[in-house]
């Protein structure tokens, strides 16, 4: 059984009832006397929207092993920094074992507690409790999210204390139901320096920041949870491919962390922070400003400032340097063209607010090359396409007397199936073009960089015979989204881009391919719609088309739910999320702008890309 009170200030003096028949209130010293008693949902809720904080209760006096489990169940889901209601539960030895940070296992339900059958006679004077339910993701001790459905079956041992029952046996970690889960902790994006190698450092500059998702609970000290998520460093996954600009061992020297009246930060680290540099201190500070920034979205970073133990400044960042020198979507672009291919084969762009698309500039705006697909690059002045056939690869300039030249790339697979030959073209924000050529026996990943000379084919391990149909880079250039066919079903995989090798001699290689949308079936379209964020197109199992807003890390993301649009074949995203969707589907070319519905653009066409 639960407490639960409204958030502070209290609205209206109002109490939730949650699953319980009373309402009991652990350190409470009185009750409203007056407000609405109410129902809470526990169906996940939007950004800000839930305004309780729940509680655990003690355990009572003799109460049965199974009751202790439930209830102690119950206690783990409570808004306490330390567990300590739960601990109550728990025998001497068990409280100082027990590690409930070590892992989150979230189930579709609440675990259910099942006493055992039959009692063994090696354990007459304990107590045996069954926890079983259907798992769908675990969080580890880093705070990634890993979906991992399977089976979830564990103990919980119980013995007395005096006269009461209490839990001496137990996994560590915590065992949640979604919507639990999904009220306690919040998706944020910790942020980190995309790593390079020697021989491919971006000619167009550094500090690159990645998103590296995590989920953190967002009621207990969320910005100082956030920060010190930051300084762990990048979870697994990302590790390999991105750095973090604090020192090795840095930690908070204060926990106590808010922003103040004028909604600036200051945050005092330890001496391994004190020896930087300015330089490094504004990258430091700038992964702070965008970490904090997410977690706290309602509320606008005005100013990050760093400080030693002794509260000396180390530096400062405001908000317009971090948007001017550190924006994690500098490389994605922020342009108001869409682009597609209309019904006469040319290349259109068409803006917000313009009533028809208009040709772009250059020998695609013609007509005269029918193409399948095309790619823009983020800074709008060249574009790539692939011929009508699937063979051919051009790039030609968005000018005026540009020419579009020999192909850059010749496939030998195109023709036969729609999916045959060259995918879709895409760049990243270093200024490489990505594609893949294949067909059903398998295919290959190349990259040109800048767009040009020769294709670099790019190794992907664990690939096998499976055939890539589609792909999208982010704009760091370091993660890489595709659709990958086997044996009829097509997945999302994102996977790991890693460099290495000379300057003449470029080793590339893309690593740790993972599912993110796992419950669709088939996918038929994807696109990155922010920094750690794809938009997808598929169904499930038997079931009708959808379009969802996905993250990196395989969970749905807890943007707004999207209107459904008829038989959507592509679809385009800007990694600038004010941006609206395009899509091609039934009705033409659509647009979904921001808290509206979908729109036909062109009763023809097809392609619709952003720069990217």
């Known amino acids: ?14 109490f939730a009832l949650l699953g319980c028949a009373a309402l009991l209130l652990a350190g409470c010293a009185s009750m409203p006397d007056n407000g609405d008693v109410k129902a809470v949902d526990q169906s996940p809720r939007a950004e800000g929207e839930s305004q309780v904080r729940v509680y655990g209760v003690p355990p009572q ?44 296992n979230v189930l579709q339900e609440r675990p259910k507690p099942e006493p055992k059958a039959q009692p063994s006679r090696e354990d007459s004077g304990g107590y045996t409790v069954t926890l079983s339910g259907s798992q769908v993701a675990t969080v580890d001790s880093n705070h990634a999210y890993t979906p991992q459905e399977k089976p979830y079956r564990q103990t919980i041992h119980l013995i007395k204390e005096g006269d009461q029952w209490r839990i001496d046996r137990l996994p560590n970690g915590l065992v949640l139901g979604q919507s639990d889960f999904q009220r306690i902790y919040r998706s944020v994006n910790k942020y980190y320096f995309a790593s390079y190698s020697e021989s491919e450092q971006p000619r167009s500059g550094r500090d ?25 460093g990048p979870t697994n996954w990302l590790d390999e491919v991105t750095t973090s600009a604090f ?18 930060l200051r945050v005092k680290l330890s001496k391994q922070a004190a020896s930087t540099d300015m330089a490094q201190c504004k990258q430091m500070a700038a992964q702070v400003f965008y970490t904090v920034q997410d977690m706290t979205r309602a509320s606008k970073i005005s100013q ?45 762009s068409m803006s917000d607010h313009a009533t028809e698309p208009t040709p772009v500039h250059g020998p695609f705006g013609t007509g005269a090359t029918p193409l399948r697909s095309v790619a823009i690059s983020r800074g709008e002045d060249t574009a790539a396409g692939v011929s009508s056939d699937g063979r051919s690869l051009y790039a030609a300039g968005l000018q005026d007397g540009a020419e579009r030249g020999d192909p850059l790339l010749t496939s030998s697979h195109g023709g036969k199936h729609a999916n045959d030959g060259l995918t879709a073209p895409s760049w990243d924000g270093l200024g490489d073009l990505w594609i893949a050529d294949g067909d059903a026996r398998g295919s290959r990943l190349l990259r040109l960089r800048e767009g040009k000379g020769d294709p670099q084919e790019v190794a992907v391990p664990g690939l096998g015979k499976r055939r890539i149909t589609a792909i999208r880079v982010a704009a760091d250039g ?21 460099r290495s090798g000379s300057a003449e001699h470029p080793v590339l290689s893309v690593k740790e391919l993972r599912p993110i949308a796992p419950q669709l079936e088939d996918v038929v379209a994807a696109s990155w719609a922010g920094g750690s964020r794809l938009v997808v197109v598929g169904r499930e199992s038997g079931g009708v088309q959808q379009m969802q807003f996905m993250e990196t890390d395989g969970s749905a993301s807890n943007a707004q739910t999207l209107p459904g649009v008829n038989g959507v074949k592509a679809v385009a995203a800007s990694e600038d999320e004010t941006r609206p969707l395009i899509a091609d589907a039934t009705e033409g070319i659509v647009r979904l702008p921001p808290d509206a519905n979908w729109k036909t653009v062109a009763k023809e066409g097809s392609a619709p890309v952003y720069p990217g």
């Open 1 to 14: 059984m639960r407490g639960v009170l409204p958030g502070t200030p209290w609205a209206g003096r109002a």
């Open 61 to 104: 006096d003799g109460a049965q092993p199974t009751n202790i489990v439930r209830s102690f169940l119950d206690a783990t889901t409570s808004d306490e920094a330390d567990f300590r209601t739960a601990s109550q539960y728990l025998a001497k030895s068990a409280k100082r074992t027990w590690q409930p940070f070590l892992a989150t």
């Open 208 to 232: 690159v920041l990645v998103a590296d998702p995590v989920y953190l609970r967002q009621r207990i000290e969320p910005i100082t949870a956030s920060v010190e998520a930051l300084l762990s």
């Open 247 to 264: 020192p090795r061992g840095t930690r908070l020297a204060s926990r106590d962390l808010s922003l103040d009246d004028s909604n600036a």
């Open 304 to 348: 990050v400032e760093l400080q030693d133990g002794s509260e000396n400044s180390l530096c400062a960042l405001t908000q317009e340097q971090a948007d001017r020198d550190f924006a994690p979507t500098r490389r994605a672009g922020r342009s108001a063209g869409e682009y597609f291919i209309d019904g006469d084969h040319r290349v259109v």
């Open 478 to 498: 370091i993660r890489i989204a595709m659709l990958v066919e086997d044996k009829g079903r097509t997945t999302l995989q994102l996977g790991r881009v890693e």
